[in-house]
T-cell receptor, first 113, second 118 residues
Framework: DAGITQSPRHKVTETGTPVTLRCHQT?????MYWYRQDPGHGLRLIHY???????DKGEVSDGYSVSRSKTEDFLLTLESATSSQTSVYFC????????????FGQGTRLTVV | AQKVTQAQTEISVVEKEDVTLDCVYE???????LFWYKQPPSGELVFLIR????DEQNEISGRYSWNFQKSTSSFNFTITASQVVDSAVYFC???????????????WGLGTSLAVNP
């Protein structure tokens, strides 16, 4: 199995609280991504990183921030969680741009109540 | 604008039937990649194949085959002699370039849910 893990796997949080999801990889891949998956919307890119401290927004970045201080870790923070952010979040990694997300984490199911 | 359409939302077949999942894409890029991913009921996403726009040869991997046709902007996926373990949601995706440099990201279809019944 690819060395990519997400934590936590499940989380329930209250509206208005900050939440941080962690993605850790042992593949030394340059590119890391955060997606959310919702019924009827498929997979939508939140943010991605193309190197340490290099990040960019995806299509649904509002209300989210990311940080990448080390190659292996990519953190996604919900600054003030809302019910619309209830979703399944996936981290992914790839070696090169345009080559596709080769490996995905197991997903984090986040519920905001 | 780049777009990926998987017109079949759900497909149900009986084991051992052949099944084809359709994927139609739109892009203005001359260089692009197409992908298929599988998401079984357990939830993880599994990369199946990547095909670049300059290679129109069909690909076969065991019971899986892919038919790429630029003339119709399609990248269809066929499972031969389907099995219950093939039950999953299958996603087609397209990599696009946007802006300067190689800022490629994936454009995803909404997926086709395949149920293979015994």
């Amino acid at each position: 199995d690819a060395g990519i893990t997400q934590s936590p796997r499940h989380k329930v949080t209250e509206t208005g609280t900050p939440v941080t999801l962690r993605c850790h990889q042992t593949e030394n891949h340059r590119y890391m991504y955060w997606y959310r998956q919702d019924p009827g919307h498929g997979l939508r890119l939140i943010h991605y990183s193309y190197g340490v401290k290099d990040t960019d927004k995806g299509e649904v970045s509002d209300g989210y921030s990311v940080s990448r201080s080390k190659t292996e870790d990519f953190l996604l923070t919900l600054e003030s969680a809302t019910s619309s952010q209830t979703s399944v979040y996936f981290c992914a990694i790839s070696q090169g741009q345009g080559l596709g997300e080769a490996f995905f984490g197991q997903g984090t199911r986040l519920t905001v109540v | 604008a780049q777009k990926v359409t998987q017109a079949q939302t759900e497909i149900s077949v009986v084991e051992k039937e052949d099944v084809t999942l359709d994927c139609v894409y739109e892009t203005r890029d001359t260089t692009y990649y197409l992908f298929w991913y599988k998401q079984p009921p357990s939830g993880e996403l599994v990369f199946l194949i990547r095909r670049n726009s300059f290679d129109e040869q069909n690909e076969i991997s065991g019971r899986y085959s892919w038919n790429f046709q630029k003339s119709t902007s399609s990248f269809n996926f066929t499972i031969t002699a389907s099995q219950v373990v093939d039950s999953a949601v299958y996603f087609c995706a397209l990599s696009e370039s946007r802006g300067a440099g190689n800022n490629r990201k994936l454009i995803w279809g909404l997926g086709t849910s395949l149920a293979v019944n015994p």
